[in-house]
């Protein structure tokens, strides 16, 4: 009998142990707010990432649909509504969808847990691919470090439920498959190639780039190291096929046909006859477009925006309110690579060692190429670097370990370097406490309005919230976290930040709109492929429609009696407490000249839970200060009269007090203490009388206008009543 196990079976054991350790690791968080209510919903922790609840929609309405005739008049009823945007048709949706249906666990858990258990998967091929370079204790080490590394942890978090779950472990085993398609010249490394692509590309349509890169190096190789070798031009063309710009049933098919022939010895002669047809059948289907669109964004750095034609309207945009877009800190960077600059540093030496020693690991370029763009191009991107470089140090730790010829030296010290690197990662997950998206208090007014609201119904709110608005409500919204232009944006700021009249009168128009244009665009598909059509923003078909070619003389015009829409469905309005700390940003968006793109008026608002009060004077942070006696701000250096101080608190049977006093008849800015939130705000006339403030700080609404269904201290509700 042979003692020794076999090669495979500690492949198995190696790949075992790091897939229950990357997810026991994602337990970490949970064990840490086990049994923290503000966080539970349905008995089970909510998720922790905005984007998620798109998908969540997605698969929620796949789970209503299923089982109904697709004929039956109550199918689209049931499913999901037209012009909803619910994802339905996305990978992610369909992929919930489906474990949600086969597995013992609530709809919440499976949602929550599948990161967890899905992205810990991206040790199988780490694993695999140190197997190709008979280092079957370097692709451990690096399968451990690799899941639980930083901004890989952050981003597959156990109720971190997006995309990313599966962004690495994808491409990860296409990697795999290329290369021992290479090293072993085995036909069904072809085949796997070619479905890793079809699946990495149904879970991830911008998958293309990586692809391409993939293709790209295959072909450098193979003209330079390997060119009478046909394998090389199989795989090829099979990747080409994969990778079209079509119908997934149509490159399915075309991928198997592919292989069919390939398996055939007689038909070799033809190799490169398939491959041209391939590469045509690639471009003709339009698959090189999305990577040269991608590639005029960088090189050019052309703008997608402006049409000269119409109004002309300039809008805020949102890339205005993101300032992260810039340069990262290069410790951040790699902190979120490997855990700390230290590891970052020897991984970085260890994978240039690994590239010299291993020629086949120059496959893994287009990885680590990727996440060295999160230095330029944003955080978002470092994760692509995570396993490639987790490879180097693994390779560098069980190379330096096997020069020690002591047994009983190499592997303590094996296992104390391991560690070593392992620690600032465990460190970093301890640490990280991230809440949940919504509280439990947010997401229970929202479960309620559910059972008022219609499924056809318009919540309108600031575009953040519109994914879980609609996962947990089901109606309809008119921004989301995918949904949120400048000009989808300004009329939602405009009815927040305006005062009550305008607000309702721009919300049943901009719903009305919405809704027109779907329909619009239905019925025009044709015409508006064809003539190059453009659709104007809602705005400025109301302005036009209303007879004005100036914006701001619509807007002025919203004051007077004017005819609305006719109203085809109810319109609710959902102001938490959260979107205090973003009413500023919110307000710039309707801030502006959409004419001239100028700015109108600086809003003041300034909000903070940091405050002491002295010998009458009340001090509010960043150099503000308030004299009580003679009703006096200062503002740094500046002295102005306060116009008024209101304070508002929930007595206990959770009636909401008011009380005004009046400073200054010629002031401006006013002081509100919301004493149950242990919050003061100052803001401007313009600020106080916004419909936010009036509704959700006051319950101060215009009884024609708005009725309140309902108000918490978290979060209110009110509909529209024009
Ligand atoms: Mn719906």
């Known amino acids: 009998m042979n003692t020794i196990p076999s090669e495979t079976k500690i492949t198995i054991i190696y790949i075992f142990f790091a897939y229950t350790f990357s997810v026991l690791m994602r337990l970490i968080w949970v064990y840490h707010f086990n049994g923290y209510a503000p966080f539970y919903f349905n008995d089970q922790f909510m998720i922790n990432t905005n984007d998620g609840y798109l998908w969540a929609e997605g698969a929620r309405d796949l789970l209503h649909g299923s089982g109904v005739n697709p004929d039956a008049k109550e199918y689209l009823d049931r499913f999901h509504q037209l012009h909803d945007l619910s994802p339905v048709g996305t990978a992610a949706s369909q992929l919930t969808a489906f474990f949600a249906k086969i597995l013992p666990f609530s709809f919440e858990s499976v949602i929550f847990y599948m990161p967890a ?17 008979k280092n079957l204790e370097a692709g451990f080490i690096a399968a451990l470090l690799a899941s639980i590394a930083w901004s890989y942890y952050n981003r597959t978090m156990a109720g971190y439920y997006d995309t990313d779950m599966l962004n690495i472990v994808l491409p990860m085993f296409l990697l795999w498959s290329i290369m021992w398609a290479i090293q072993t010249q085995k036909d069904v490394y072809l085949l796997l190639s070619a479905l890793d692509i079809l699946v990495y590309r149904w879970w991830y349509p911008q998958s293309y780039s990586l692809e391409f890169a993939f293709f790209g190096l295959i072909l450098i190789y193979a003209l330079i190291y390997d060119r009478k070798n046909s394998f090389n031009y199989k795989l090829l063309a099979i990747m080409m096929f994969a990778m079209m710009q079509t119908y997934m049933l149509v490159r399915l098919s075309s991928v198997l046909v592919v292989f069919y022939i390939f398996k055939q010895k007689k038909f070799d002669k033809y190799i490169y006859y398939i491959l041209s047809v391939s590469i045509i059948a690639f471009f003709i289907t339009g698959g090189f477009a999305p990577i040269w669109n991608q590639l005029k964004g ?16 300039h809008f805020f945009t949102v890339m205005q309110t993101v300032r992260e877009a810039g340069k990262i800190p290069f410790e951040t960077f790699a902190n979120r690579i490997s855990g700390s600059v230290i590891v970052f540093f020897i991984s970085c030496i260890g994978y240039i060692y690994l590239l010299f020693k291993k020629r086949i690991m120059f496959l893994s370029l287009p990885l680590v190429g990727l996440g060295f763009l999160a230095y330029v191009g944003g955080l978002r991107f470092t994760i692509y670097a995570v396993p490639i470089l987790a490879l180097g140090i693994g390779f560098l730790i069980s190379e330096l370990s096997s020069n020690i010829s002591n047994l009983k030296i190499r592997y ?16 970093h997950i301890d640490a990280y406490k991230v809440p949940t998206v919504f509280s439990k208090q947010e997401v229970m007014v929202l479960d309620k309005l559910k059972h008022i609201a219609q499924r056809e119904d318009y919540v309108v709110s600031w575009w953040d919230f519109g994914y879980p608005i609609r996962y947990y409500t089901d109606v309809k919204t008119l921004a989301d976290g995918g949904k ?30 919405t809704e027109k244009n779907f329909r619009f665009k239905d019925s025009h598909k044709k015409e508006i492929k064809d003539k190059n059509f453009t659709i104007f923003s809602n705005i400025e078909q109301m302005t036009k429609d209303y007879g004005f070619n100036d914006t701001n003389d619509f807007l002025l015009n919203l004051k007077t009696k004017i005819k609305l829409p006719k109203k ?45 009060e002295k010998n009458n004077i009340l001090y509010l942070g960043s150099g503000i200060a308030f004299y009580q006696k003679k009703g006096i701000l200062k503002i740094g250096n500046q002295k102005v009269l306060a116009k008024s101080f209101y304070v508002t608190y929930y007595e206990k049977n959770g009636k909401l007090i008011r009380k005004k006093q009046l400073l ?25 009388n916004s419909l936010y403030i009036q509704l959700f700080v006051f319950d101060n609404y215009d009884k024609k206008l708005f009725k309140p269904i309902i108000l918490t201290p978290s979060a209110k509700i009110y509909k529209l009543l024009i």
Do not use: C, W
């Open 412 to 427: 303590p010290s094996m296992i104390i370097l391991t560690l070593a690197i392992l620690y600032p990662n465990y460190k």
């Open 568 to 612: 085809t469905r109810d319109i609710y309005f959902y102001l938490p407490f959260r979107m205090m700390g973003i009413f500023p940003t919110v307000a710039r968006f309707s801030n502006i000249d959409l004419m001239s793109g100028n700015t109108i008026r600086r809003p003041f608002f300034y909000q903070t839970n940091r405050f002491k």
């Open 664 to 688: 200054h008849q010629k002031g401006d800015i006013s002081i509100i203490y919301m004493r149950s939130y242990r919050t003061f705000l100052l803001l401007d006339q313009n600020m106080l």
């Open 298 to 313: 960088y090189v050019f750095r052309e703008s997608v925006d402006a049409t000269n034609k119409g109004l002309g309207l």
């Open 117 to 133: 258990f899905l992205s810990s998967l991206v040790v199988v091929p780490i694993v695999l691919i140190s197997k190709s370079f």
């Open 484 to 513: 949120h232009s400048g000009s989808v944006d300004f009329p939602l700021s405009y009815i927040l930040t305006n005062p009550q009249q305008e607000a309702a009168k721009m919300a049943r128009l901009d719903v009305e709109y």
